[in-house]
T-cell receptor, first 111, second 114 residues
Framework: SQQGEEDPQALSIQEGENATMNCSYKTSINNLQWYRQNSGRGLVHLILIRSNEREKHSGRLRVTLDTSKKSSSLLITASRAADTASYFC???????????FGTGTSLTVIP | KAGVTQTPRYLIKTRGQQVTLSCSPI?????VSWYQQTPGQGLQFLFEYFSETQRNKGNFPGRFSGRQFSNSRSEMNVSTLELGDSALYLC?????????????FGPGTRLTVT
């Protein structure tokens, strides 16, 4: 299975602080994606990083990828209360759309 | 463009019954995937449909089935419901898999089996 595992399972920070969450996966990938899920809702795509990229930025998000360690990290800078959500990494297969999702990190940003 | 829509949003059924959930993908998207989300198992892939054909299937019993219509709308059916089928069912649409891209998720259908 290519299922990822996020770490930590839960994270609680003050507004304005940075939040870092990590993802490990098991097999080779073409790309790795991060998604956000607000409580009981659908997932929203945040960012995609390809296997030949080491770092990518999008607004307050920074994603790194280390294919030698089969790990990725998501950094959210200057967090806001609205960032409170669960964050998942996903590793799609080489073909098809059978995504494998990690277990998720539950982030709480305290105003 | 309108997003992915799922109907109904909430559903309560009794053990032993069957249920059909519907998903309308984003216009132009031909791939529809279904996922089951539970607190204990997390997000698990059910199946993917592309051009009316099931292309991938997860590790779920035969009670879970689906289909896709010519307009790319998809339905999934669960027969002989069990208490453990209570979950948030999410569908996601994607452009054809020849392109490496992201999935666009609907809001989900919350199924409760009593």
């Amino acid at each position: 299975s290519q299922q990822g595992e996020e770490d930590p399972q839960a994270l609680s920070i003050q507004e304005g602080e940075n939040a870092t969450m990590n993802c490990s996966y098991k097999t080779s990938i073409n790309n790795l994606q991060w998604y956000r899920q607000n409580s009981g809702r659908g997932l929203v795509h945040l960012i995609l990083i390809r296997s030949n990229e080491r770092e990518k930025h999008s607004g307050r998000l920074r994603v790194t990828l280390d294919t030698s360690k089969k790990s990725s990290s998501l950094l959210i800078t200057a967090s806001r209360a609205a960032d409170t959500a669960s964050y998942f990494c996903a590793t799609p297969p080489n073909t098809g759309n059978q995504f494998y999702f990690g277990t998720g990190t539950s982030l709480t940003v305290i105003p | 463009k309108a997003g992915v829509t799922q109907t109904p949003r909430y559903l309560i059924k009794t053990r032993g019954q069957q249920v059909t959930l519907s998903c309308s993908p984003i216009s132009g998207h031909r791939s529809v995937s279904w996922y089951q989300q539970t607190p204990g198992q997390g997000l698990q892939f059910l199946f993917e449909y592309f051009s009316e054909t099931q292309r991938n299937k997860g590790n779920f019993p035969g009670r879970f089935s689906g289909r896709q219509f010519s307009n790319s709308r998809s339905e999934m059916n669960v027969s002989t419901l069990e208490l453990g089928d209570s979950a948030l069912y999410l569908c996601a649409s994607s452009l054809p898999s020849g392109r490496v891209g992201e999935q666009y998720f609907g809001p989900g259908t919350r199924l409760t089996v009593t």
